[in-house]
């Protein structure tokens, strides 16, 4: 099909055939072939067949994930739709970050309500300018009318047996964190109507909610060096109980080195450790390493750019604790992860 196809970055030209008789409307394959059908390298096959074909290097193991972005759910409607490509695409680079894989390709099921253009272009601009930063190409999908929602799976690959998993925590290990916690949490506040922000600083919680990276060139300086890993997506003390349930150990966490920004600092109190604790849509790392490895921690984060902090340590007795200032524990009960199911 390279007829039809697109010089990179190019939205295909018009055909006569690009619109049912009869209608102004795009049409599902209009949309495919305008706006995400690509050349693509990497992969043998890309957008155009019934499936895409991708080789896997010898000795590597393909690392999968999918997340899937229902609008009203993980999304607000007033979001931009550039921002919304970037997003849907960083919340599953961040899983393969998670793991240390190296990204390669991605699928994009979208279902979306009209065959509104000026959307669908602005979703794509977000989606492109993302996986070009990373190197990545869109090879399939599916494009469907229905509520709106974005399904992205991402395709990586890392040496085999090498994968940062959830499952290594070992007691004595170090508990770290990258990035700042929280304010994605704080401007979801703010759309909420339950805290006010001066312009600035709401554009810059913002940008955190709607613009996330994905700490991916971390993930891979950690193989080797990480004994577990897991992206925060849903809260740290969620996300941190995945590992230690996983890995069958427990943790001690010191509220006071939780990483935040000066806009958070200002916030009361409560609201600073729900944020922190609780947030949910980080997309930071979060990882263990014993404490002799903490020149290489240094050295992975100085070479991916991405600054790290020490916030507690794993132990052998089970459960998590947060201590705060005085180093007595919080009452972490009122701060449950979300759970689409029960939130
Ligand atoms: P099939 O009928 O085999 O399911 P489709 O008609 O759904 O295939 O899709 C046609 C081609 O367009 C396929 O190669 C598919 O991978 C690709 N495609 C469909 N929607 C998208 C999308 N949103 N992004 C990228 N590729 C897509
Ligand atoms: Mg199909």
């Not at 690959?157 to 940062?164: N, T």
């Amino acid at each position: 099909m390279t007829r039809h196809r697109p010089k990179a970055g190019e939205p295909s030209p018009q055909t006569a055939q690009d619109h049912a008789p009869g209608s102004t409307a795009p049409g599902e394959f209009d949309l495919i072939r305008r706006y995400f059908d690509r050349p693509v390298r990497r992969a043998a096959l890309g957008v155009g067949d019934d499936c895409a074909l991708l080789g896997v290097a010898p000795g590597m193991q393909l690392a999968v994930s999918t997340d899937m972005l229902v609008e009203g759910r993980h999304f607000l409607s007033t979001v931009e739709p550039r921002r919304l490509g970037h997003k849907a695409l960083a919340v599953n680079l961040s899983d393969l970050a998670a793991c240390g894989a190296r990204p390669l390709a991605f699928t994009l099921a979208l279902s979306l309500p009209r065959a509104d253009e000026a959307f669908v272009a602005g979703l794509a601009e977000g989606l492109f300018a993302l996986a070009q930063a990373h190197d990545i190409e869109l090879a399939g999908g599916d494009t469907t009318a229905g509520p709106l929602n974005l399904c992205i799976t991402v395709l990586g690959e890392v040496p085999a047996g090498q994968a940062l998993l959830r499952s290594g925590a070992c007691p004595g290990d170090e508990l770290w964190v990258s990035g700042t916690l929280g304010d994605a949490r704080l401007a979801l506040e703010v759309f909420r109507g339950r805290v006010a922000l001066d312009g600035a600083e709401f554009e810059q919680v913002r940008a955190a909610m709607e613009l996330p990276q994905p700490r991916v060139g971390l993930g891979l300086a950690l193989r080797g060096v990480a004994t577990a890993a897991i992206d925060l997506s849903d809260g740290l003390v969620g996300d941190l109980g995945h590992i230690l349930q996983r890995s069958g150990v427990g943790a001690e966490v010191e509220l006071h080195r939780l990483p935040h920004s000066e806009v958070l600092a200002g916030q009361p109190p409560a609201l600073r450790q729900e944020c922190l604790l609780a947030g949910g849509d980080d997309y930071e790392l979060l990882f263990c390493a014993p404490p002799a490895r903490r020149a290489a921690v240094l050295q992975a984060a100085a070479g991916a750019q991405v600054p790290v902090q020490c916030i507690g340590r794993i132990t052998a007795e089970p459960g998590l604790r947060v201590l705060d200032e005085a180093g007595r524990p919080l009452d972490l009960g009122r701060l449950q992860a979300f759970d689409h199911f029960k939130s």
